[in-house]
């Protein structure tokens, strides 16, 4: 068979969006394991960004992006009985590579898209879905009653993240930046916001909780809210830190968990959690129901051409986007 032809997106060494070039060139054919497939739609991720700036470093340069796609199987590799050619499908991680048009991957990564389930909505929703799975049912399973601290309440994991736990029964105390973003965690079932830093977080939460705090606090953010975050919680509390949107975490005194009343901290990442088939497959199953069956809600921002990928890094980096924001390849071949 001839070789297809696929545009995808590189960059050459860590900077700012202006590095980002497409390139077009042939992909081959499967090998062993492996499935080639179309894109019909590709996830825009903060992830992304920190690949890009080199926060979080790739192998080597030139290097690919994305994370995260949608699209239908072309022609599949020998050994290949999890997916079949022109079944829908979604994926995120490893490996990045998913801006592109066609791509190679590992078919174990893959998960078939329900009928239900539009496309736009799988790209936008799996990867920030299964982070916020894992999150609330995993990292530390969130109990009905509890009370609990969720950082970027209108972003794309917090918001999911705000509904479902809202959805277990939970009481969910938002975080965002601004008032317009207020409006939007109200919405996704925060029974309380508070706008950080113009507000004083601890003393909020502290409040609201009648002076007890609260046993997990979900933070995206990092360098600008760990230290609030920290102050959020009762004895024995978990601090889930699972994103640096503002910078890194400065060198930290573990004792100071102790002296806070024995405080827990984790970083959960998301390749950990979806590495074994069955716990992807569980956790993705778990998600599409909740889509299907409208416990979770994802609003779909921006549909960028897969050339304009550093202004969807622009506008995402710079807080311009309202919903997630999704790249569409433009060849149906």
């Known amino acids: 068979m001839a070789a297809r032809m696929s545009r995808r997106v590189l960059i050459e060494r860590p900077g700012g969006p202006e590095v980002l070039r497409v390139e077009e060139g042939e992909v081959g054919a499967p090998g062993a394991g492996e499935v080639l497939l179309r894109h019909t739609a590709i996830g825009v991720?903060?992830?992304?960004?920190?690949?890009?700036?080199?926060?979080?470093?790739?192998?080597?340069?030139?290097?690919?992006?994305?994370?995260?796609?949608?699209?239908?199987?072309?022609?599949?590799?020998?050994?290949?009985?999890?997916?079949?050619?022109?079944?829908?499908?979604?994926?995120?991680?490893?490996?990045?590579?998913s801006y592109a048009d066609l791509r190679l991957m590992e078919a174990g990564h893959l998960v078939p898209i329900p009928d239900e389930i539009e496309d736009d909505l799988a790209a936008a929703a799996f990867n920030k879905g299964l982070t916020a799975h894992y999150l609330l049912h995993t990292t530390y399973p969130v109990q009905p009653g509890e009370t609990i601290?969720?950082?970027?309440?209108?972003?794309?994991?917090?918001?999911?993240?705000?509904?479902?736990?809202?959805?277990?029964?939970?009481?969910?105390?938002g975080v965002v930046g601004s008032a317009e973003k207020a409006g939007i965690a109200l919405q996704n079932g925060c029974r309380d916001v508070v706008i950080h830093p113009q507000e004083d977080l601890a003393a909020r939460v502290r409040a609201l909780t009648g002076g007890a705090g609260v046993?997990?606090?979900?933070?995206?953010?990092?360098?600008?809210?760990?230290?609030?975050?920290?102050?959020?919680?009762?004895?024995?509390?978990?601090?889930?830190?699972?994103?640096?949107?503002?910078?890194?975490?400065?060198?930290?005194?573990?004792?100071?968990?102790?002296?806070?009343?024995?405080?827990?901290?984790?970083?959960?990442?998301?390749?950990?959690?979806?590495?074994?088939?069955?716990?992807?497959?569980?956790?993705?199953?778990?998600?599409?129901?909740?889509?299907?069956?409208?416990?979770?809600?994802?609003?779909?921002?921006?549909?960028?051409?897969?050339?304009?990928a550093a202004e969807a890094h622009r506008n995402l980096q710079g807080r311009r986007t309202t919903g997630a924001s999704i790249l569409r390849p433009a060849r149906a071949t």
Request: one cysteine or more.
């Open 45 to 97: 991720n903060f992830i992304d960004i920190q690949h890009r700036t080199g926060r979080y470093p790739l192998p080597a340069y030139p290097a690919p992006l994305g994370i995260e796609g949608a699209g239908v199987v072309l022609e599949v590799g020998p050994g290949v009985d999890t997916v079949r050619p022109g079944e829908r499908i979604a994926y995120s991680f490893p490996p990045v590579g």
């Open 149 to 173: 601290v969720v950082h970027a309440a209108a972003g794309g994991v917090g918001s999911l993240l705000c509904q479902w736990a809202s959805a277990k029964g939970a009481r969910v105390i």
């Open 215 to 308: 046993p997990v606090v979900y933070d995206s953010v990092g360098r600008d809210s760990f230290e609030a975050s920290l102050q959020c919680l009762k004895p024995r509390g978990t601090l889930v830190s699972f994103g640096t949107a503002s910078g890194p975490i400065p060198p930290f005194d573990l004792f100071r968990l102790n002296t806070l009343g024995s405080l827990y901290v984790t970083s959960p990442a998301y390749v950990t959690h979806t590495q074994e088939r069955s716990e992807l497959l569980g956790r993705a199953r778990d998600l599409f129901a909740a889509l299907a069956g409208g416990m979770l809600r994802v609003s779909l921002g921006r549909v960028y051409d897969l050339a304009d």
